[in-house]
């Protein structure tokens, strides 16, 4: 319950486009409810580590505490590791979208960053100038408004629809950033569970419950070297 309880989970907006996405589950229609009543709480003495995605991070088809940034905290906890997870994850999010709401996330102090865009970009078949202009403005914002601030960029790989020479151009990016911009990088979010059928939704693009575990298995691979 204690982790519950520190784990805070915002949208910015209350109708929320999804990549490839039916109706919302009742749950999901839940959380947004909730989230419009009871505002973002004001920041702790702890520090704030804050998920910044699309409906990956938002957990997708699940419970609040079975997406992977609420087990993340479960794991914080565990540990006695003293910081809040802050989800800011939003279905059918772009690089394009997470740069506009950009700025009303970060009015709070932020000690660790996750960077978690550019899936929706590549299904989309969205320029990939563009994508890496996008996730090299939000990396630049989060470093202006805290240059303390360690960010953590999560690899993205998509399925060779938009041709091999995109696909393989798209993997590269994030690799490149993290090295360009001297930021640790999650290689692969969803090693492990991409691709997998037991592992996801009907949909076969998001992970189920289980998938989920293994997603936070390869986010606390990096994550633990930040907040250790």
């Known amino acids: ?51 910044f995605g699309d409906s990956l991070t938002a957990g997708y088809g699940l419970e609040l505490e079975e997406a992977f940034p609420a087990l993340v905290q479960k794991r914080l906890d565990s540990l006695d590791f003293k910081y809040t997870v802050i989800n800011s994850g939003l279905s059918g999010e772009t690089t394009s979208g997470g740069r ?25 078949g969205i320029p990939l100038v563009e994508t890496r202009k996008n996730l090299q403005a939000i990396i630049n914002l989060v470093k202006e408004k805290n240059k303390d601030t360690q960010i953590v960029l999560a690899g993205m790989q998509i399925p060779p629809n938009m041709g091999p020479e995109y696909t393989t151009e798209f993997r590269k990016i994030f690799p490149e950033l993290a090295t360009e911009n001297e930021i640790a990088l999650i290689p692969f979010l969803l090693e492990g569970v991409a691709g997998i059928p037991n592992l996801n939704l009907e949909d076969g693009i998001h992970p189920n419950t289980e998938g989920h575990q293994i997603v936070l298995e390869n986010v606390w691979a990096v994550l633990e070297t930040v907040v250790d």
């Open 100 to 124: 506009n709401r950009l700025n009303w996330v970060l009015k709070q102090k932020v000690d660790v960053f996750v960077l978690e865009l550019g899936a929706n970009d590549g299904l989309r």
């Open 1 to 51: 319950m204690h982790h519950l309880l520190k784990f805070r989970y915002f949208f910015l907006f209350i109708c929320l486009i999804s990549c490839r996405e039916g109706s919302k589950t009742t749950s999901e229609v839940t959380k947004e409810q909730d989230v419009m009543e009871n505002p973002v709480e004001e920041v702790t003495s702890e520090k704030i580590i804050l998920f």
